[in-house]
Nanobody, 126 residues
Framework: QVQLVESGGGLVQAGGSLRLSCAAS????????MGWFRQAPGKEREFVAA????????SYADSVKGRFTISGENAKNTVFLQMNSLKPEDTAVYYC???????????????????WGQGTQVTVSS
């Protein structure tokens, strides 16, 4: 059974930084596509970033390009989301997700992911 556990959320002022972590257990993710999504109050969940460690592929939503960086450490079975220059509109619950089919073409699609974490709250104050 795959489990994903996010951590690192919190309250930060606009312009600040946070680093989210997603620890995977039950299966290594070196061949998986790992994604970060977020859901703000009253809005649908949206794609933020994705990574496939084999092949070193990454993808970002336009709204976070240049500010967020996704990375992973195979040895720790952990994926990170470094968030810099945070804005109030980044406030949301952030979810980690895993797609073990490894189909990179669908990396931005929520439905492609089979496993989800419980989410971590990120709040950016103005």
């Amino acid at each position: 059974q795959v489990q994903l556990v996010e951590s690192g959320g919190g309250l930060v002022q606009a312009g600040g930084s946070l680093r989210l972590s997603c620890a995977a257990s039950g299966r290594t993710f070196d061949s998986a596509v790992m994604g970060w999504f977020r859901q703000a109050p009253g809005k649908e969940r949206e794609f933020v970033a994705a990574i496939r460690l084999s092949g070193h592929s990454t993808s970002y939503a336009d709204s976070v390009k240049g500010r967020f960086t996704i990375s992973g450490e195979n040895a720790k079975n952990t994926v990170f989301l470094q968030m810099n220059s945070l804005k109030p509109e980044d406030t949301a619950v952030y979810y980690c997700a895993a797609d073990y089919s490894g189909h990179w073409y669908y990396a931005t699609y929520e439905r492609a992911y089979h496993y989800w974490g419980q989410g971590t709250q990120v709040t950016v104050s103005s």
